[in-house]
C-alpha cells in the first residue's frame, strides 16, 4: 500500500508521501514514489504513484525516456494541464502493452498519480490522474488529492487545509495526516518525502527526507497523540451515562 | 454503507451505530441496525449488522422466528459464544438460500456482525462476526470491534479506548468516532443508536436515539472540530520551511 498527499495553496504546493511497498506481507520493501521534474526558472513539475510497482516504474522509466525523445515530454509540454494528458498517454501506452498479460493473472491494472508543479505562465495546478489515464484537477473548494491509503489521514485535512493555508502550515497537517496513516496501516511507512513548491521559484523550495529518527516527525507524533488525548479528556462525557 | 462499533470494558459494553442505508445515491433510508435481545436479569445481547439490508434483516427475522421455536435461540443459548455460533449457524442458513440467487445477479453476499452481551453466569463478551458464519473475540489487548465504514473513526478509538476506560468516555470516544466518519462518508448517518450494557446488570443500561438535535452530540461535534484545530495549530510547524 502507498499513502500520497498533494495540497495546492495560495503559497505553492507541499507534496508527501511514505515509501512502503508490499506484495504480500513477506515482501515489504522501500521504494521512492515522489519523482520530481525541474527545470529551474522555467518549470518544476512532482509526481507521485500508487498502485502496482511494476506498472508505475515502468510509466517513470516511460516518462524519462520522452524527456530524450522527439516530441512531447514533461520537460517540453506548454502547460500543467498538457502534462497531466502527457502522463495519461504514457500511462495508456503502459496498459496497452501490459494490462492484458496481467489480466492472465488475475491481477489488476492499479495504479494512480498525483501531478503538481508550476510551468512559466501559470499558476501552480495539482491533478489527480487514474488508472485509465484521465485526470481530475484541484480546485479552491478541493484543494489537495490523496491517492493509495487515504482514509485515516483524510479528517484532518478536511479541517485544517484551505487555500490560504501557509506552506509550513500545510507541511505540519500532511505529516499528522500520515502519523495517522501510519499507525492505522502497517503497509504504510517510513521514510517519507515532504517536497515543497514555491509559487513563483519555478524549482523545488525543500524536499526532505523523514526517516525513523526524524526529531521533528517525531515530536509532532508525540504531542499530536497527547494533543488528542488532552481534547479528548477535556470534553464532558455524555451525563446520561454518569455513575 | 453503516458504521457500527462496539467496546468491551472492564465496566461493560458500549454500542454505537448509525441508521443510513443506501442503494446508490437515490435510494437512501433510515433503518435501525441495532437490536437487543434481552431476559433481565439472565440475559442481555445487543447484535449490530453491516452489509446487505436484506441479508441482515432476513437474519434478525430469523433469530426472532427462532426465540419462538424449538432448539436453541438467543434466549435459550447457555452462553455469548453459543450465541455467537447461533447468529453464525441463523447467517449460513440465509446463505444456503439466498447466495446463489444474489450470484447470479452479480451481489455479493456482504453482511457483519458484532454481537456483544452478558449472560448470566460469565463475564461480557463481544464478538465479530463474518458474512461465512465465522466469528472472532475481543479481547483485553483488542477490546473493541468496528464494521462498515471503520477507517475514519479508527485511530481515536485506538488512541484512548483501553479495558480500564469508564463507560461515558468510552460512549464519547464512539460518539467521537462517528463524528469522524459521518464528517467523511454521506452514507453514514444519524440518527444514531446509543447503547451501554453494565458488567453485571443482565439488562440494557442506557438506549439512546440520537438525532440531528441532540444538543450533546451537537456539542461534541463542535467543541472536537475546535479542540482539533486548536491542538494542531499549538504545534510548531516544520522550521526549515519558515519563510
New interface residues.
Given amino acids: 500500500m502507498t499513502y500520497c498527499v498533494g495540497m495546492l495553496l495560495d503559497a505553492g504546493i507541499v507534496c508527501l508521501s511514505d515509501s512502503r511497498t508490499n506484495a504480500g506481507v513477506d515482501h515489504i520493501n522501500t521504494f521512492r514514489k515522489l519523482t520530481v521534474f525541474e527545470r529551474p526558472g522555467e518549470r518544476v513539475l512532482v509526481l507521485m504513484s500508487a498502485g502496482n510497482l511494476a506498472l508505475t516504474q515502468t510509466l517513470m522509466s516511460l516518462l524519462r525516456e520522452r524527456l530524450a525523445a522527439e516530441g512531447p515530454s514533461l520537460h517540453t509540454v506548454p502547460n500543467l494541464f498538457e502534462a497531466a494528458r502527457h502522463v495519461g498517454d504514457c500511462l495508456r501506452e503502459v496498459h496497452a502493452r501490459d494490462a492484458e498479460a496481467l489480466k492472465e493473472f488475475g491481477i489488476e491494472f492499479n495504479a494512480s498519480f498525483i501531478l503538481g508543479g508550476q510551468i512559466l505562465g501559470e499558476e501552480p495546478r495539482l491533478f489527480q490522474i487514474y488508472a485509465a489515464g484521465n485526470f481530475i484537477e484541484a480546485t479552491r473548494d478541493t484543494p489537495y488529492f490523496q491517492i493509495g491509503e487515504a482514509?485515516?489521514g483524510?479528517?484532518?485535512i478536511?479541517?485544517?487545509i484551505r487555500p490560504d493555508t501557509?506552506?509550513?502550515?500545510a507541511?505540519?497537517?500532511a505529516?499528522?495526516s500520515m502519523d495517522?496513516t501510519i499507525?492505522?496501516n502497517l503497509s504504510v511507512g517510513v521514510p517519507l518525502d515532504?517536497l515543497?513548491l514555491r509559487t513563483g521559484a519555478l524549482k523545488v523550495?525543500?524536499h526532505?527526507r523523514i526517516d525513523a529518527d526524524n526529531a521533528?516527525f517525531d515530536?509532532?507524533r508525540k504531542?499530536?497523540?497527547d494533543?488528542?488525548?488532552?481534547?479528548?479528556?477535556?470534553?464532558?462525557?455524555?451525563?446520561?451515562?454518569?455513575?
Avoid: G, N, Q
Avoid at 166 to 169: K, M, Q, R, V, Y
Fill in positions: 482514509k485515516y483524510k479528517p484532518i478536511d479541517r485544517v501557509a506552506l509550513d502550515e507541511a505540519k497537517c505529516l499528522i495517522s499507525r492505522s515532504l515543497v523550495a525543500s526532505t521533528y515530536m509532532i504531542r499530536w497523540s494533543s488528542l488525548r488532552e481534547a479528548f479528556h477535556a470534553l464532558p462525557s455524555p451525563d446520561w451515562l454518569a455513575d
